[in-house]
């Protein structure tokens, strides 16, 4: 903290896909716990998506599902600013400015641009080359200096600190360096279903439990996940897909319960048919109510709205006030 002001966290969500167990753990808890310390901006990141040229018809529907979700989550807009990315045009600016300061040969070396054109050799498009720099004008436009962030964005972070730091030498100190934050924990990272992984939304859809679940769905995905006859004599090591279930009930199911299929796993005596009728019982009691806000969230397009206005405003406030620096540094005040 820097004169008793609260640190700056800055994250962006993708306007894509359904949230899964995964994001929960991995990232929303975190962010919930975020709120409470900082001064927190949460973007949902809809104009990085298009650098993938996706039917924009979805766009509408996937931002509020994504809002909604994360709402449903424990953010809450009052606390935090939740705001779309498109909503704060001081973005577009700050990222015409720090491409001056990006150089063809690092953007080129980096490893998502490198994936994503062996993908899709037909749209290597400049913003899909710049994506770097659109994100790193995400975080500096609130001078942030924490970032949640993957093991797989990092690099990603590192070039927002080396932009920031190049501005900041040719024009005069204006942008903080940002650094991943996690709590300092260890992540928890959520095992997929099928004892391969952890769970994702690209991989095996079966093997992943989503928020927006319904019961008899999680109870199926649950009773499908990879088990084996159980151990012959008492303290046998257990194989990791056995370990997942029981990773994946430390999660949702109470600790006399964890306690009591552990005992029985370490006596030879576990039946795992019982324990995934367990798990799958605290599964639906763990997502239910989340799905159920959620929706009632997506259905209140009202509330939505008021949402994203309050969430632009705390934004754009502090892109201004950030943009207001920048131009006074670069000398672009003329009267």
Do not use: W
């Not at 927190?40 to 990141?45: D, L, R, S, T």
């Not at 424990?74 to 600016?93: F, I, R, W």
């Not at 279903?193 to 679940?213: F, H, I, P, R, V």
Request: net charge negative; proline share 4%.
């Amino acid at each position: 903290m820097e004169n008793g002001k609260k640190a700056v966290v800055m994250s962006g969500i993708r306007s894509t896909g359904f949230l899964h167990l995964g994001n929960y753990f991995g990232a929303i808890r975190n962010y919930v716990r975020m709120q409470e310390e900082y001064e927190c901006y949460f973007m949902v990141a809809d104009l990085h998506t298009l650098t993938t040229h996706p039917d924009t018809k979805e766009l509408k529907s996937n931002v509020h599902r994504v809002l909604a979700e994360n709402i449903a989550c424990g953010l809450d807009p009052e606390k935090v600013a939740l705001y779309c990315q498109s909503h704060v045009y001081e973005t577009a600016e700050l990222y015409l400015i720090l491409n001056m300061l990006a150089y063809k040969g690092e953007l080129e070396k980096t490893t998502t641009f490198k994936d994503k054109a062996r993908l899709h050799p037909d749209n290597i498009n400049a913003g899909l080359l710049t994506y770097p720099v659109l994100m790193a004008a995400d975080i500096l436009l609130h001078r942030a200096s924490l970032v949640p962030v993957g093991k797989d964005q990092e690099q990603h972070l590192e070039m927002t600190r080396n932009f920031g730091n190049r501005f900041n030498h040719r024009y005069g100190e204006v942008f903080p360096e940002a650094f991943a934050f996690n709590f300092g924990e260890e992540l928890v990272k959520v095992p997929s279903l099928d004892g391969a992984g952890k769970m994702s939304k690209s991989e095996n859809q079966y093997a992943t439990l989503y928020l927006s679940d319904e019961d008899d769905l999680i109870r199926k995905k649950v009773m499908k996940a990879k088990t084996d006859a159980g151990p012959t004599e008492p303290n046998t090591p257990m194989p990791d897909y056995i370990e997942n279930i029981f990773l994946l009930m430390k999660l949702v199911s109470a600790p006399d319960v964890v306690e009591k299929f552990t005992s029985d796993y370490n006596n030879a005596a576990i039946r795992y048919g019982d324990m995934k009728k367990q798990l799958a019982e605290d599964m639906v009691n763990f997502i239910r109510p989340i799905r159920e806000k959620t929706e009632s969230i997506r259905n209140d397009e009202q509330y939505l709205r008021r949402i994203m206005e309050m969430g632009a405003e705390k934004a754009r406030k502090s892109a201004a006030a950030t943009m207001e620096k920048v131009r006074e540094a670069i000398g672009l005040k003329y009267y």
